[in-house]
């Protein structure tokens, strides 16, 4: 074995150790659409619509309007906290 292929031996062991330490948790969640989030919530989709000209964070993937659940959560909690002062 040359020095060069011990080499790529070791570089190729260290990405692999890189890549599985920055592969996704198992508690990432994908994306939710407004309906999911309308659901979690118990609430309509017109209501979802009022809360983000309130606020409530989203993303618009091209013409589709996605959610952060932990965003969500993050923001219904300052907006319950806001309402109790």
Request: overall charge negative; proline content about 4%; aromatic content about 8%.
């Amino acid at each position: 074995m040359s020095l060069n292929d011990d080499i790529a031996a070791i570089v190729r062991a260290t990405m692999l150790d890189v890549l599985e330490q920055q592969a996704p948790h198992q508690d990432v969640e994908p994306l939710w659409d407004t309906a999911k989030v309308a659901t979690y919530l118990g609430v309509t989709d017109r209501t979802i619509a009022n809360l983000r000209a309130k606020g409530l964070p989203f993303r618009r993937i091209g013409d589709v309007v996605r959610f952060d659940r932990f965003e969500v959560d993050a923001w219904t909690r300052a907006q319950a906290m806001k309402d109790s002062t």
